[in-house]
């Protein structure tokens, strides 16, 4: 039974950091890529960033471009990400998600398996 344990979400003011983790079991985790969406109310899901299989390559959406960075541990089976310089618009509840594709997908329905989530508010 593959589960996807999402962490480290809160409640932080403009220009601060959060690092969310992303717990990964009953699956091979380092043949699998690893995603981060995000969702706001009223909004759909949206990529936020993916890693490759090895940790070698990351690709980002532009919003965040620059200010969050994926990383994963494959010994230890899980992804993170550090977001840093938060703005309100990052308000959203963010999920990791687990692609066996054979190549990086930022379309949410290329993924097989997918967290429960985690709430992250910006406040001004």
């Known amino acids: 039974q593959v589960q996807l344990v999402e962490s480290g979400g809160g409640l932080v003011q403009v220009g601060g950091s959060l690092r969310l983790s992303c717990a990964a079991s009953g699956l091979t985790f380092s043949s699998y890529v690893m995603g981060w969406f995000r969702q706001a109310p009223g909004k759909e899901r949206e990529f936020v960033a993916f890693?490759?299989?090895?940790?070698?390559?990351?690709y980002y959406a532009d919003s965040v471009k620059g200010r969050f960075t994926a990383s994963r541990d494959n010994a230890k089976n899980t992804v993170n990400l550090q977001m840093n310089n938060l703005k309100p618009e990052d308000t959203a509840v963010y999920y990791c998600?687990?692609?066996?594709?054979?190549?990086?997908?930022?379309?949410?329905?290329?993924?097989?398996?997918w967290g429960q989530g985690t709430q992250v508010t910006v406040s001004s």
């Open positions: 890693i490759s299989r090895s940790g070698g390559s990351t």
């Open positions: 998600a687990a692609d066996a594709g054979h190549l990086p997908s930022t379309t949410a329905a290329r993924y097989d398996y």
